[in-house]
């Protein structure tokens, strides 16, 4: 691991894991390829530690041409790959970009490690997944593990499995050197406004309504973001090539609790005249939406001797602090984006319940 590309670095998770990398990988180079999309900013690469080691290339993962020219210019040995269309509410509202980045951007990755890699198959491949794609889980239904069947429902992780099978499909078909991790909902630093926790924090400071899916009962296994990326370093050291590996925090409140959660985190360190819990607005439930989420990481654990650092309770606080802090942030990156025809399409669709 000495060249490496990124795709996606300049969103949510892929930001925080170059952070992570050029602490952790004092040789390490990075090409950092986005096209800086709604969720992609490069406010989100400010303050890089050792940044002469990051290089940040504006372009789409679709683009062959730009890719085998970074692959070779660079000579990349290992890509990790994030880029997607991240959010489940815009894949219900419009699925194509999701299959074109997704699908035929994942493909188009793949072929270019193919072909710059030769014969030999020297490099290494990781592929960024989600436990999205092995469905919904009833109460009493065990956890996901890697052998869970695949189940995606909604065009996101419709389209995230596709991109799974492909990788693995390249393993076989070409001894491609590749590993997938399958992670849970990530919460933490720099992720954009349109997903639950930074969306509630947000509203809340901005006394508007906390928009609850359906009856709010819903449940997601929330990682904090570092131990993810702490999770992806280890696969890239040691994971074993061909396999894949479910990561998850072992955190499971439902949507209304996690909520709940943050109000008081909110009431005790930055208080209203009025309890933030009293903002929660029941509205239209998510077409299709999953109940719940819950993974089994107990092979990264034994394998890779894997654990998340963070408990919820503390990552939470520590997130809940990072957003009030960093409003400037929030900010900046919602001035670039058309943030606000984005609710009002999402949750005009949603209505009252
Ligand atoms: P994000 O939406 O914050 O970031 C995605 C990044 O990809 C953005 O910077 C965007 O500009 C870039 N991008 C989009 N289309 C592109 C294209 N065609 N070419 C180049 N760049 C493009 O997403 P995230 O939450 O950081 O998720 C990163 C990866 O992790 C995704 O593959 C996602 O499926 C996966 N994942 C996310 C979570 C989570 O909870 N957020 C959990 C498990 C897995
Ligand atoms: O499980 C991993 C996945 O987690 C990732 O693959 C996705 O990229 C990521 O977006 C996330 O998907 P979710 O749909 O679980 O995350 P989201 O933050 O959109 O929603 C979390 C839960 O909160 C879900 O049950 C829907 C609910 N929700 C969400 C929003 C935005 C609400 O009740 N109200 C809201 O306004």
Same mark, same amino acid.
Request: contains cysteine.
């Given at each position: 691991?000495?060249?490496?590309?990124?795709?996606?670095?300049?969103?949510?998770? $892929? *930001?925080?894991?170059?952070?992570?990398? &050029?602490?952790?990988?004092?040789?390490?180079?990075? %090409?950092?390829? /986005? @096209?800086?999309?709604?969720? $992609? *900013?490069?406010?989100?690469?400010?303050? &890089?530690?050792?940044?002469?080691?990051?290089?940040? %290339?504006?372009? /789409? @993962?679709?683009?062959?041409?730009?890719?085998?020219?970074?692959?070779?210019?660079?000579?990349?040995?290992?890509?990790?790959?994030?880029?997607?269309?991240?959010?489940?509410?815009?894949?219900?509202?419009?699925?194509?970009?999701?299959?074109?980045?997704?699908?035929?951007?994942?493909?188009?990755?793949?072929?270019?490690?193919?072909?710059?890699?030769?014969?030999?198959?020297?490099?290494?491949?990781?592929?960024?997944?989600?436990?999205?794609?092995?469905?919904?889980?009833?109460?009493?239904?065990?956890?996901?593990?890697?052998?869970?069947?695949?189940?995606?429902?909604?065009?996101?992780?419709?389209?995230?499995?596709?991109?799974?099978?492909?990788?693995?499909?390249?393993?076989?078909?070409?001894?491609?050197?590749?590993?997938?991790?399958?992670?849970?909902?990530?919460?933490?630093?720099?992720?954009?406004?349109?997903?639950?926790?930074?969306?509630?924090?947000?509203?809340?400071?901005?006394?508007?309504?906390?928009?609850?899916?359906?009856?709010?009962?819903?449940?997601?296994?929330?990682?904090?973001?570092?131990?993810?990326?702490?999770?992806?370093?280890?696969?890239?050291?040691?994971?074993?090539?061909?396999?894949?590996?479910?990561?998850?925090?072992?955190?499971?409140?439902?949507?209304?609790?996690?909520?709940?959660?943050?109000?008081?985190?909110?009431?005790?360190?930055?208080?209203?005249?009025?309890?933030?819990?009293?903002?929660?607005?029941?509205?239209?439930?998510?077409?299709?939406?999953?109940?719940?989420?819950?993974?089994?990481?107990?092979?990264?654990?034994?394998?890779?001797?894997?654990?998340?650092?963070?408990?919820?309770?503390?990552?939470?606080?520590?997130?809940?602090?990072?957003?009030?802090?960093?409003?400037?942030?929030?900010?900046?990156?919602?001035?670039?984006?058309?943030?606000?025809?984005?609710?009002?399409?999402?949750?005009?669709?949603?209505?009252?319940?």
């Amino acid at each position: 691991m000495k060249n490496i590309l990124i795709t996606g670095g300049a969103g949510f998770i $892929g *930001s925080n894991f170059i952070r992570y990398l &050029l602490k952790k990988e004092p040789n390490v180079q990075i %090409v950092n390829l /986005d @096209i800086l999309a709604y969720a $992609g *900013s490069l406010e989100n690469l400010k303050n &890089l530690p050792d940044v002469e080691r990051h290089t940040f %290339v504006q372009g /789409d @993962i679709c683009d062959a041409d730009l890719v085998n020219k970074l692959m070779q210019e660079h000579k990349i040995d290992t890509i990790v790959h994030f880029a997607a269309e991240s959010h489940v509410d815009r894949s219900i509202l419009g699925p194509a970009p999701f299959v074109q980045t997704n699908v035929f951007g994942t493909l188009t990755l793949l072929e270019a490690a193919k072909q710059a890699w030769g014969q030999e198959r020297s490099g290494h491949f990781h592929h960024i997944s989600t436990d999205e794609v092995f469905g919904s889980l009833a109460l009493d239904e065990p956890d996901f593990t890697e052998s869970t069947p695949y189940d995606p429902r909604s065009p996101y992780s419709a389209s995230k499995a596709s991109s799974d099978h492909l990788v693995r499909s390249y393993f076989h078909t070409y001894a491609l050197p590749v590993t997938v991790t399958n992670c849970s909902n990530n919460y933490g630093p720099y992720q954009f406004p349109e997903k639950l926790i930074p969306l509630m924090i947000l509203n809340a400071t901005q006394g508007k309504p906390l928009p609850i899916y359906g009856d709010g009962l819903q449940i997601r296994d929330w990682l904090h973001v570092e131990d993810h990326c702490e999770a992806i370093y280890l696969v890239l050291k040691g994971g074993k090539m061909g396999e894949t590996y479910n990561v998850g925090g072992g955190n499971q409140p439902t949507n209304l609790d996690l909520v709940n959660w943050i109000c008081s985190i909110l009431d005790s360190i930055h208080p209203a005249a009025i309890p933030y819990s009293s903002l929660i607005s029941y509205v239209r439930d998510r077409p299709g939406h999953d109940r719940r989420y819950a993974v089994d990481s107990s092979k990264i654990k034994a394998e890779l001797d894997w654990a998340p650092r963070h408990s919820l309770e503390e990552g939470l606080l520590d997130t809940v602090k990072w957003y009030l802090d960093n409003m400037d942030w929030v900010e900046t990156i919602l001035k670039e984006k058309d943030y606000q025809a984005w609710l009002d399409k999402n949750y005009e669709e949603r209505g009252k319940k």
